[in-house]
T-cell receptor, first 114, second 112 residues
Framework: TQLLEQSPQFLSIQEGENLTVYCNSS?????LQWYRQEPGEGPVLLVT?????EVKKLKRLTFQFGDARKDSSLHITAAQTGDTGLYLC??????????????FGQGTILTVHP | DTGVSQDPRHKITKRGQNVTFRCDPI?????LYWYRQTLGQGPEFLTY????????KSRLLSDRFSAERPKGSFSTLEIQRTEQGDSAMYLC??????????FGPGTRLTVT
């Protein structure tokens, strides 16, 4: 069974602070995605990383893919209350089918207080 | 491009009843996925269609579950003889490429 461990599960911070969410597996990914989900809605794709060591930036969000393609991180700089939500990492494992099914982590619930 | 749509958004049913959900993917996306998400967990893969062909099914998809994509456009997911354990958010996603999936708003199923 392929597992995607996401940490921390909960994160409560003040506006303006920085934070990092981690996503780890013992298996190699062919690609990894980060999503954000609001209550009662579907996940919204933030970024896809496919190359080991890749770093992508989306405004105050920085996404990094590990060199061995087994882990990833999401770093938010100067968090805002609008960043509050559930953050999910999801990966497609190398060696699997080419159909692209995603294996998700359990998510990180981020709360940013004003 | 109006995004992935799902209908209904909410469904409350009694145990033992059958329910059917619909997903309309982004037009021209030939890949379509169904996932199930329970409270406090990430989504879990259920099944995958490429055009009208169902190419992969999870072991989570018991005999009571069936999915179709008759003309390679919209898809339906039916649950027969619902059980309380079926209560969850059912998510549909479509994609033009495997690493780029776009999710609909989901159907929240409550089985009483």
């Amino acid at each position: 069974t392929q597992l995607l461990e996401q940490s921390p599960q909960f994160l409560s911070i003040q506006e303006g602070e920085n934070l990092t969410v981690y996503c780890n597996s013992s298996s190699v990914f062919s690609s990894l995605q980060w999503y954000r989900q609001e209550p009662g809605e579907g996940p919204v794709l933030l970024v896809t990383v496919v190359t080991g060591g890749e770093v992508k930036k989306l405004k105050r969000l920085t996404f990094q893919f590990g060199d061995a393609r087994k882990d990833s991180s999401l770093h938010i700089t100067a968090a805002q209350t609008g960043d509050t939500g559930l953050y999910l990492c999801a990966g497609q494992y190398a060696g699997g089918t080419s159909y692209g099914k995603l294996t998700f982590g359990q998510g990180t619930i981020l709360t940013v207080h004003p | 491009d109006t995004g992935v749509s799902q209908d209904p958004r909410h469904k409350i049913t009694k145990r033992g009843q059958n329910v059917t959900f619909r997903c309309d993917p982004i037009s021209e996306h030939n890949r379509l996925y169904w996932y199930r998400q329970t409270l406090g967990q990430g989504p879990e893969f259920l099944t995958y269609f490429q055009n009208e062909a169902q190419l992969e099914k999870s072991r989570l998809l018991s005999d009571r579950f069936s999915a179709e994509r008759p003309k390679g456009s919209f898809s339906t997911l039916e649950i027969q003889r619902t059980e309380q354990g079926d209560s969850a958010m059912y998510l549909c996603a479509s994609s033009p490429r495997p690493w780029e999936q776009y999710f609909g708003p989901g159907t929240r199923l409550t089985v009483t």
